[in-house]
């Protein structure tokens, strides 16, 4: 009782809020690492010999580990039984040392001759690298959600995961907007180099970090993570599977997301060979859908809260998707004008539906199967973020070279995008789908969160 009544670590606004921070600094660190290879695929191609199917490989090769070896499952299980600190340090120390080994062998291994499995060897490191990179981030990805309803439970917890992911934002557009610039005045990789300094930063953040949070554990004494809320158990997938709403959601997640990540990884390539866009500043333009979410996932996330229509916005935000890839799929519109307002829109769409999508998935499922809930959905939605670009550079190489400029090749887009014009139909079916099983099965996702 006298407990209850002391003021803990997370009552204090600004100490929850500076929690906060320090993780979503580890996070932004993560998605710049995710998102900095790909404007570079050009310079890839000319610099170190990357064809496209390489590229594709590397590029699915985040979530290679994740599905094939079911890493993000195990990470539920890990966090569940060590707790956000240990499981936190874990994850970015992977992501550290995922970085370290693409870094070295896109530098110390770029004139190597042989191939491993038909793969030329500083391709196969560097996927197995950013495979590594890839564990680390989608498990640091589960645990900072779990460590943001820990801090922030009967207090501000759906706008922390909204500024989280926005922040998160923050570092994916940098990305995009400074690879081909740095990589132009000093080194390819220095990009790369560049983010495993912020994930050192980071990993540094994440022991800060730990020190609030043993804090914090001690003074609600008994350890949150080992109470029956949000742990990862086998009895609890098997209820999961069984909801109609999660194949809905998780499906949804599958296809909205293939087709938002793999396309902005070949954006920049798209903007400067179909539209002519100057390459210094197309990877700004491929990455402004991450900043439009940055500035309006919380705003959508804040219309969802008060007037609910989470299914709704879910439909508006797949039918957008298809305008805009079915847009960049015609060959005879090729004016830069209409490319950029396309990204916009893109950014719209990519802020709707994960405001609409994540906080969806708390009024599907009771808070001790959340955390498998989205440990599961990550799981799937990595399906995709797998095949989807290892489909798209092996179609590019295939079908789409269209001829050769100083030393790469130039290709014709018109393919990849009538395959994510085709996933965003997909995507708008099952939100389509998800909104009648919201009717029959009574989620409540039309409704509003505040009332
Ligand atoms: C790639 C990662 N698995 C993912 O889906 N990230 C989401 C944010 C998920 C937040 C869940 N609370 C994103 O939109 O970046």
């Given at each position: 009782?006298?407990?209850?009544?002391l003021?803990?670590?997370?009552?204090?606004?600004?100490?929850?809020?500076?929690?906060?921070?320090?993780?979503?600094?580890?996070?932004?660190?993560?998605?710049?690492?995710?998102?900095?290879?790909?404007?570079?695929?050009?310079?890839?191609?000319?610099?170190?010999?990357?064809?496209?199917?390489?590229?594709?490989?590397?590029?699915?090769?985040?979530?290679?580990?994740?599905?094939?070896?079911l890493?993000?499952?195990?990470?539920?299980?890990?966090?569940?039984?060590?707790?956000?600190?240990?499981?936190?340090?874990?994850?970015?120390?992977?992501?550290?040392?995922?970085?370290?080994?693409?870094?070295?062998?896109?530098?110390?291994?770029?004139?190597?001759?042989?191939?491993?499995?038909?793969?030329?060897?500083?391709?196969?490191?560097?996927?197995?690298?950013?495979?590594?990179?890839?564990?680390?981030?989608?498990?640091?990805?589960?645990?900072?959600?779990?460590?943001?309803?820990?801090?922030?439970?009967?207090?501000?917890?759906?706008?922390?995961?909204?500024?989280?992911?926005?922040?998160?934002?923050?570092?994916?557009?940098?990305?995009?907007?400074?690879?081909?610039?740095?990589?132009?005045?000093?080194?390819?990789?220095?990009?790369?180099?560049?983010?495993?300094?912020?994930?050192?930063?980071?990993?540094?953040?994440?022991?800060?970090?730990s020190?609030?949070?043993?804090?914090?554990?001690?003074?609600?004494?008994?350890?949150?993570?080992?109470?029956?809320?949000?742990?990862?158990?086998?009895?609890?997938v098997?209820?999961?599977?069984?909801?109609?709403?999660?194949?809905?959601?998780?499906?949804?997640?599958?296809?909205?997301?293939?087709?938002?990540?793999?396309?902005?990884?070949?954006?920049?390539?798209?903007?400067?060979?179909?539209?002519?866009?100057?390459?210094?500043?197309?990877?700004?333009?491929?990455?402004?859908?991450?900043?439009?979410?940055?500035?309006?996932?919380?705003?959508?996330?804040?219309?969802?809260?008060?007037?609910?229509?989470?299914?709704?916005?879910?439909?508006?935000?797949?039918?957008?998707?298809?305008?805009?890839?079915?847009?960049?799929?015609?060959?005879?519109?090729?004016?830069?004008?209409?490319?950029?307002?396309?990204?916009i829109?893109?950014g719209?769409?990519?802020?709707?539906v994960?405001?609409?999508?994540?906080?969806?998935?708390?009024?599907?499922?009771?808070?001790?199967?959340?955390?498998?809930?989205?440990?599961?959905?990550?799981?799937i939605?990595?399906?995709?973020?797998?095949?989807?670009?290892?489909?798209?550079?092996?179609?590019?190489d295939?079908?789409?070279v269209?001829?050769?400029?100083?030393?790469?090749?130039?290709?014709?887009y018109?393919?990849?995008m009538?395959?994510?014009?085709?996933?965003?139909?997909?995507?708008?079916?099952?939100?389509?789908?998800?909104?009648?099983?919201?009717?029959?099965?009574?989620?409540?996702?039309?409704?509003?969160?505040?009332?």
């Amino acid at each position: 009782m006298k407990e209850q009544n002391l003021k803990k670590l997370n009552d204090s606004r600004a100490i929850r809020w500076g929690a906060l921070a320090i993780v979503a600094f580890t996070m932004m660190a993560a998605y710049y690492v995710n998102d900095v290879v790909a404007p570079l695929k050009t310079m890839l191609e000319t610099d170190l010999k990357w064809d496209s199917s390489e590229f594709g490989l590397f590029t699915g090769a985040y979530s290679f580990l994740n599905v094939f070896f079911l890493m993000l499952i195990w990470g539920g299980l890990i966090l569940d039984r060590f707790g956000i600190r240990f499981t936190g340090k874990l994850a970015t120390i992977l992501m550290v040392l995922g970085t370290g080994l693409e870094y070295y062998a896109m530098t110390g291994m770029a004139d190597a001759t042989g191939t491993i499995w038909g793969y030329k060897v500083s391709v196969f490191v560097a996927s197995a690298g950013y495979s590594v990179f890839g564990v680390g981030a989608e498990v640091a990805g589960i645990t900072v959600t779990k460590m943001i309803a820990k801090w922030f439970r009967g207090k501000e917890m759906a706008t922390a995961m909204g500024v989280q992911v926005a922040l998160a934002r923050v570092g994916s557009q940098a990305a995009y907007a400074v690879a081909i610039p740095m990589a132009r005045a000093y080194e390819i990789t220095t990009p790369v180099l560049v983010g495993l300094i912020c994930l050192i930063g980071g990993l540094i953040a994440f022991f800060a970090f730990s020190v609030l949070d043993k804090k914090l554990d001690r003074q609600i004494e008994a350890e949150v993570d080992n109470s029956p809320e949000e742990k990862f158990s086998f009895k609890d997938v098997a209820k999961i599977l069984s909801n109609p709403g999660f194949w809905l959601i998780a499906l949804l997640c599958v296809l909205f997301y293939s087709c938002v990540f793999p396309f902005q990884k070949f954006a920049s390539e798209l903007m400067i060979s179909k539209y002519g866009i100057d390459e210094s500043v197309a990877g700004f333009f491929a990455g402004l859908p991450a900043l439009g979410a940055l500035f309006l996932t919380p705003v959508f996330g804040g219309m969802v809260d008060k007037r609910g229509k989470a299914a709704s916005i879910m439909m508006l935000g797949a039918a957008m998707l298809i305008a805009v890839h079915c847009i960049y799929a015609l060959p005879f519109i090729t004016s830069s004008w209409i490319a950029i307002v396309l990204m916009i829109v893109l950014g719209i769409a990519f802020s709707l539906v994960p405001s609409a999508m994540w906080p969806s998935v708390a009024k599907i499922f009771p808070a001790h199967q959340l955390g498998t809930a989205y440990a599961l959905i990550f799981f799937i939605q990595n399906i995709g973020l797998w095949g989807i670009p290892t489909l798209i550079g092996i179609v590019l190489d295939k079908y789409c070279v269209v001829g050769k400029a100083n030393g790469a090749n130039l290709y014709d887009y018109t393919l990849p995008m009538c395959i994510f014009t085709g996933i965003a139909v997909l995507s708008l079916i099952i939100a389509f789908a998800l909104k009648v099983a919201d009717k029959k099965f009574g989620y409540k996702l039309e409704e509003a969160n505040i009332k």
